[in-house]
């Protein structure tokens, strides 16, 4: 009886399983690193442990999840797996997913599941992904001249990002242009070790071969697969010394004039980015896109200086001389600036010929100055012959003309001239003056200095009809506001004139806030129509020399 009964339990264990094989298990009992981070395009490796504790071998599919979805910026999203976990025990297993270049960034809280048969264990994750280490390069200024044989600078910036860190190459390479033999860029490496921005100035060298002219290129940074560029423009210039600038554009983007270059005084032109140019005080040569020496276009006369320039920089006038020094005018010229050619003037052979300035009217050029013989005959030119000459009087020179081409300020047998262009009619402004060669007239028309002497800074400054005698040479004249400003120089310092306090200002003082350290404004000698462009002569400590400055402001700051 007890047999019968032990037996039938026996079978009823077994039907209910009681008495059979444990079923094996599998348990994801944790994952390390347990909040990796990563980068784009990079792969992570996770170390998964698992546990049993029945015991396992088979098969198993290993896959991350976000959402109960394949997470589509890793791979492979399942691998297969043959596990064995004895009883009781942990077994690692290595898990590498590769994380897409395009991932986004940020951490996502993802799941890590072991699937078997069908059952599944599983574990939560949290993966940050990064941005790759970076960097990013800027140049300032962008653009740069250097004279041939020499060198100039720009500041190369570079910012590291998400924990870039090592060494950055450096070289010069074609953009648009090609990299001008002779051409070189130091240094050739710049090292990054912080967080911080790293600054470095670069220095560009050009070979006294190196090719004159305007190059548009790169400089490139390459760290490992990295590579970044910057855009750099190097205008290579024909070396030069003793520039001066004697008038300006109305934007004043196009500057004339003259420097010694090739063992004498040679007509000059220059281009700048006026516009690019913030607030602040420039010297020329650091600035200029272009610096062009013009051909006089006259064999006999090869030296000279271009006097003057239209409102639209298209054209420019001065003169060709003998001598080596241009100390005297020979030759009357005109230059088409947009093509460098120059425009020899109607006037005399024998010499003493000279453009001081020149203005358009519609699509008329006017060009205004003096004609030997006859002592000389003052006379204005339009389109390039001679279009009027004063025949009634002994001798005089015209000198200056309004930037619409209406009015010209002349010397006339030592009196102080205004002439109308279109009414054809001559105004007596000053009764006596000393000097024969210089005048200036306002943009409007409404005042005129005219030098008082021909061996000193005197001048004569007639507005709303009364006459100023001011001891300064001069450069330009404007009207605001009721008050005339004469801008130019006394006494070796660059000064403001104004008919309403009859007082010389100091512009070093009134432009003390953006003067480099130990420069001296010593002269003005133009000022753009736009008010916003002022060129002069200035002390410069560094090399010992007096050079044309660019001074980016309001002219009349300071002034109430």
């Known amino acids: 009886m007890w047999y019968g009964l032990l037996t039938g339990l026996a079978l009823l264990l077994a039907a209910c399983g009681g008495g059979g094989q444990p079923q094996p298990d599998l348990t994801l009992a944790g994952i390390s690193p347990q909040n990796p981070t990563v980068v784009q395009g990079e792969t992570v490796t996770l170390t998964l442990t ?28 399942a691998v297969q797996r043959n596990l064995n976990v004895p009883r009781g025990q942990q077994v690692p297993e290595t898990l590498q997913v590769q994380v897409a270049p395009n991932a986004p960034i940020g951490s996502r809280n993802l799941t890590v599941r ?8 599983e574990r939560a994750l949290t993966l ?22 020499s060198s100039g600078q720009t500041t190369l910036t570079v910012t590291p990002q998400n924990g870039f860190t090592g ?12 990299v001008p033999q002779g051409l070189t860029l130091s240094p050739g490496s710049v090292q990054v070790s912080g967080t911080s921005p790293v600054n470095q100035s670069l220095t560009l060298s050009a070979q006294s071969t190196t090719p004159t002219g305007t190059y548009r290129l790169k400089v490139r940074a390459t760290s490992g697969s990295l590579t970044r560029e910057a855009d750099l423009t190097v205008a290579v210039l024909t070396p030069y010394t003793n520039a001066y600038v004697h008038q300006v554009s109305g934007d004043g983007s196009v500057l004339v004039g003259s420097a010694f270059v090739s063992g004498g005084v040679r007509p000059m032109v220059w281009r700048i980015n006026a516009a690019s140019l913030s607030p602040g005080f420039y010297w020329l040569s650091a600035i200029a896109q272009q610096a062009t020496v013009l051909d006089t276009g006259v064999p006999s006369a090869p030296y ?12 420019g006038c001065g003169y060709g001389s003998v001598s080596t020094s241009a100390s005297s005018g020979d030759r009357a010229l005109a230059w088409d600036l947009t093509t460098l050619q120059p425009i020899p003037l109607p006037d005399h052979p024998s010499g003493g010929n000279v453009a001081y300035a020149c203005a358009k009217s519609g699509g008329d050029v006017y060009i205004v100055g003096r004609v030997y013989p006859d002592f000389p005959r003052p006379t204005i030119w339009k389109n390039y012959t001679i279009w009027h000459q004063n025949t009634s009087v002994a001798y005089g020179i015209f000198h200056d003309i309004t930037p619409d081409a209406s009015k010209a300020s002349a010397q006339l047998v030592y ?62 004249v404007r009207v605001r506001d009721g008050v005339a400003y004469v801008f130019g120089s006394s006494n070796g310092l660059a000064v403001r004139w104004r008919s309403d306090t009859q007082a010389q200002e100091n512009l070093n003082t009134v432009f003390a806030d953006v ?17 916003r462009i002022i060129v002069g002569i200035a002390y410069n400590p560094t090399t010992s020399q007096d050079e044309p400055f660019v001074l980016v402001g309001d002219p009349f700051q300071g002034a109430p």
Do not use: H
Not at 304 to 315: I, K, P, R, W
Not at 417 to 434: A, E
């Open 50 to 77: 698992f546990t049993s504790q029945n015991g396992f071998q088979g098969p198993v599919s290993l896959s991350v999840l976000e959402g109960e979805q394949p997470v589509s910026w890793l791979s492979p999203n």
């Open 114 to 121: 072991a699937a078997y048969g069908n059952q599944v264990t």
């Open 128 to 149: 940050t992904v990064n941005a790759p280490p970076d960097f990013a390069i800027s140049l300032n200024p962008t653009s740069l001249t250097v004279q041939q044989g």
């Open 167 to 178: 060494t950055v190459n450096l070289s010069l390479v074609a953009g648009q242009d090609q």
């Open 304 to 315: 000279g200086v271009v006097l003057g320039v239209t409102a639209d920089g298209q054209v």
């Open 415 to 476: 009196q102080g001239w205004v002439y109308d262009l279109n009414g054809n009619q001559y105004t007596r402004l000053v009764p006596s003056i000393g000097g024969a060669y210089r005048s200036r007239i306002s943009p409007d028309g409404q005042s005129v200095a005219f030098s008082d002497s021909d061996s000193s800074a005197r001048a004569k400054v007639w507005y709303g009809g009364n006459v100023y005698s001011v001891n300064m040479g001069f450069g330009a």
């Open 515 to 531: 003067l480099p350290q130990g420069v001296t404004l010593k002269g003005i000698s133009a000022v753009s129509l736009d008010n």
